[in-house]
Nanobody
Framework: QVQLVESGGGSVQAGGSLRLSCVAS????????MGWFRQAPGKEREEVAT????????TYADSVKGRFTMSKDNAKETLYLQMNSLKPEDTAMYYC????????????????WGQGTQVTVSS
């Protein structure tokens, strides 16, 4: 079982930027699909940026397109989420997630989760 640890959350003003990091306990390249989710109080967990096939570009929630970018450093086993032009609506607990891949396709649903890192955006 892969362990995931997020970091990089904090409090910023609207229009600011943050970069979230997620470190995996083992190699995920070619074995796991990874992504970012978020959940605000009283709301359902939302997909922020995920992949459903290995090697394919990430898909982004409409609410973050053009502002958030997911990337991965395989050597460091670290997944990143660069968040720019942050809005108060982005305030949520952000979770790194992973799921095993089979024949290059990501299994569903994502079933490995980090502990979460809080992002708070003030106006």
């Amino acid at each position: 079982q892969v362990q995931l640890v997020e970091s990089g959350g904090g409090s910023v003003q609207a229009g600011g930027s943050l970069r979230l990091s997620c470190v995996a306990s083992q190699s995920t390249s070619g074995r796991y699909c990874m992504g970012w989710f978020r959940q605000a109080p009283g709301k359902e967990r939302e997909e922020v940026a995920t992949v459903d096939r290995l090697g394919y570009p990430a898909t982004y929630a409409d609410s973050v397109k053009g502002r958030f970018t997911m990337s991965k450093d395989n050597a460091k086993e670290t997944l990143y989420l660069q968040m720019n032009s942050l809005k108060p609506e982005d305030t949520a607990m952000y979770y790194c997630a992973a799921v095993g891949a089979a024949l290059g396709r990501c299994r569903t649903p994502y079933n490995y989760w980090g502990q979460g890192t809080q992002v708070t955006v003030s106006s």
